[in-house]
């Protein structure tokens, strides 16, 4: 019977991995572009990344909730935490989805603007 709770999968865990490591890439990402400007193109790069930090806003925030809903449901440790997790996840997704999908719809304009496709 132990062994089955030591197997049992612990949501509460990949919360805190996912939703930490992201943030902590957006420090280092943010600390690392700060460091490198020092001439007049230093701007693509924080562009690129600062996107790209966008572009995954909302899929982590998302994971991140719906894992600690799960964790919530099945009376996990750490409630409080993962209701704030909840919290602050569902605030993080619903801030940035239409700023997602619009970086999303000039990525796509960009590439068939690119590629010398006709765009819609």
Known sequence: MEEQAERRRLYYRWV?????????CGVVVAVVLLATITDANAGYPALFFGGLFLATAVPVSLACAILAASSLRRQEPYPRAMIALLVISALVAWRSFVPT???YAALVQTLLHFFGLPST
């Open 16 to 24: 805190f991995w996912l939703f930490g490591g992201w943030l902590g």
């Open 101 to 103: 999908l619009k970086y």
